[in-house]
C-alpha cells in the first residue's frame, strides 16, 4: 500500500522558467488537493480534482499556474515563467471518496521548489 | 472566509510531561470539521486527530485529545505523557462541511514542537 509520491522532491529554477510537479495519489482515490506551504507557513488550498473534473481553482494564485488530472490519477502542477515568490513547498494530498468532508486527506511529502 | 489562528510559534516540553497547543478559528458556518496535523522535519504531514462540529464529545486518540469549545471557536490539543517521537510541527486546520468533500484544508500558521529529554 503506497502512499501519495511526489515527484521531483527538489526542484531549483532560474527566474523566468517552466516547471512540472506531478503528484501520484493512492491508488482509486477520487479526490485529489494541491497545496502551497512558504517557508514558515501552513499550507495553502491551490486547486482541487475529483477524478479528472478540476472543481475548485480558487486559490490558485495567478493565470501562470496550471493543474490538471486527464484520466483521474496522476496529476501535475504547471507553473510558467516561475518568480521567486513560487518558491515553496508544493504539497499533494488524495482522500478515498468525493462528497465526504470527513474524509482523511493523506499528504505526499511535497515538492521544495527554490526559485532563483 | 475562515481563518486559523495558532498564537504559539513554538512550545517546549519535558519527555513524560503534558503539553497543550493552541488553535482558535474564525467561521459563520454551524457545520464543520476541524483537524489537527503532525508535520515532522522533512517527512510528510499525518493526522494527528479530527473534530466534528456536532459532536458535543471531544475527540482523542491514545495519547492525544482535544478540548473543543464551539462557542469560543476554540480547539486545542492535548498531548500527554510527551515522546521524543513527538517533536514536530502541529497545525490545526478546518474544513467546512458545505462543499461536500470538495473544499480544501485551511491550516494555521504552526506550531514548532521541541521535546526535551
Known amino acids: 500500500g503506497a502512499g501519495v509520491s511526489q515527484s521531483p522532491r527538489y526542484k531549483v529554477a532560474k527566474r523566468g522558467q517552466d516547471v512540472a510537479l506531478r503528484c501520484d495519489p493512492i491508488?482509486?482515490?477520487?479526490?485529489l488537493f494541491w497545496y502551497q506551504q512558504a517557508l514558515g507557513q501552513g499550507p495553502e488550498f491551490l486547486t482541487y480534482?475529483?477524478?479528472?473534473?478540476?472543481?475548485?481553482k480558487s486559490g490558485l494564485p495567478s493565470d501562470r499556474f496550471f493543474a490538471e488530472r486527464p484520466e483521474g490519477s496522476v496529476s501535475t502542477l504547471k507553473i510558467q515563467r516561475t518568480q521567486q515568490e513560487d518558491s515553496a513547498v508544493y504539497l499533494c494530498?488524495?482522500?478515498?471518496?468525493?462528497?465526504?468532508?470527513?474524509?482523511?486527506?493523506?499528504f505526499g511529502p511535497g515538492t521544495r521548489l527554490t526559485v532563483l | 472566509a475562515q481563518t486559523v489562528t495558532q498564537s504559539q510559534p513554538e512550545m517546549s516540553v519535558q519527555e513524560a510531561e503534558t503539553v497543550t497547543l493552541s488553535c482558535t478559528y474564525d467561521?459563520?458556518?454551524?457545520?464543520?470539521?476541524l483537524f489537527w496535523y503532525k508535520q515532522p522535519p522533512s517527512r510528510q504531514m499525518i493526522l494527528v486527530i479530527r473534530?466534528?462540529?456536532?459532536?458535543?464529545q471531544n475527540a482523542t486518540e491514545n495519547r492525544f485529545s482535544v478540548n473543543f469549545q464551539k462557542a469560543a471557536k476554540s480547539f486545542s490539543l492535548k498531548i500527554s505523557d510527551s515522546q521524543l517521537g513527538d517533536a514536530a510541527m502541529y497545525f490545526c486546520?478546518?474544513?467546512?462541511?458545505?462543499?461536500?468533500?470538495?473544499?480544501?484544508?485551511?491550516f494555521g500558521k504552526g506550531t514548532h514542537l521541541i521535546i526535551q529529554p
Open positions: 480534482f475529483q477524478n479528472e473534473a478540476q472543481l475548485d
Open positions: 491508488s482509486g482515490h477520487v479526490s
Open positions: 473534530q466534528e462540529a456536532y459532536k458535543q
Open positions: 467561521t459563520s458556518e454551524s457545520d464543520y470539521y
Open positions: 494530498a488524495s482522500s478515498f471518496r468525493s462528497g465526504m468532508s470527513t474524509d482523511t486527506q493523506y
Open positions: 486546520a478546518y474544513r467546512s462541511a458545505r462543499g461536500g468533500g470538495a473544499d480544501g484544508l485551511t
